[in-house]
């Protein structure tokens, strides 16, 4: 009987590259350069959610990088994020050079999962697997660096994702329960609701064309995601409160 490896039980932990991709490629050698020659206090791992803080409008509800600019421009905050990532991607970058800081980041923020349990299907425990495989790396290579955990954003692309998002973030939390004050999980649900409901209408999908299912917060829905981490941003990196704006909704020209 073949011995399993840890990898083939739960496929989210297992590394894959993407370098077959040409912007992807890119952007990886590109974001290298700035780990080893700049130096980070505030990293942001992710996947699309987490790259569009550098999209810029017009139209507004996809000017992401003022509210980028406004929070996290003065914080020497490095942007790791790779449309269409899954857990299995990011730690791939993190084997290959992501985790080599001149200097240890004081905080990063990890917000990987909505494509394990999309376009993969994988089940909130794999997605949970990959996480936790993800936070422990770092946490093995920086101990004196605080982590933040957002749960698994909302969205609307079917029942099952839906009840796997609830699920998983259920493991998130109880995960970082225990593990200390190093992690830190927040609860980001209530930044993409109105009246308690999940609301289309902070999603930039379905304004796309053609439309998709509401999957990637508009600019305002991302900037009430800054807002939400604010105090525990500051207070980690023991600066000073950041603000965006306020403006009004016929701004952001959602409907």
């Known amino acids: 009987m073949p011995i399993l490896q840890e990898h083939d039980v739960n496929p989210a932990i297992r590394a894959v590259p993407r370098m077959e991709v040409a912007w992807w490629r890119e952007r990886f050698w590109h974001k290298q350069r700035h780990i080893r020659h700049d130096i980070s206090d505030l990293v942001w791992f992710g996947d699309s959610i987490t790259h569009n803080w550098e999209r810029r409008g017009p139209p ?107 699920t998983l973030n259920r493991m998130l939390r109880a995960f970082a329960a225990v593990r200390g004050r190093w992690l830190h999980y927040v609860d980001l649900a209530g930044c993409l609701q109105t009246d308690g409901r999940v609301d289309a209408d902070l999603f930039m999908d379905p304004l796309l064309s053609p439309p998709a299912l509401p999957l990637h917060p508009i600019a305002m829905a991302q900037a009430r995601i800054a807002r939400c981490l604010e105090p525990l941003i500051c207070g980690l990196l023991g600066d000073y409160p950041h603000h965006f704006p306020s403006r009004p909704a016929a701004y952001w020209g959602a409907p």
């Open 60 to 166: 507004a509800w996809q000017d992401f990088a003022p509210v980028w600019q406004a929070y996290y421009g003065d914080r020497r905050a490095l942007n790791l994020g790779f449309r269409g990532d899954d857990t299995r991607n990011l730690l791939w970058r993190m084997e290959h050079g992501e985790l080599e800081f001149r200097r240890a980041p004081r905080v990063f923020v990890v917000l990987i999962g909505v494509n394990n349990l999309g376009h993969l299907r994988q089940c909130a425990g794999q997605a949970a697997g990959g996480i936790r495989r993800i936070v422990e790396r770092i946490h093995r290579t920086f101990p004196d660096s605080a982590i933040l955990l957002p749960g698994i954003l909302p969205s609307l692309r079917s029942a099952w994702v839906t009840s796997q998002t609830l």
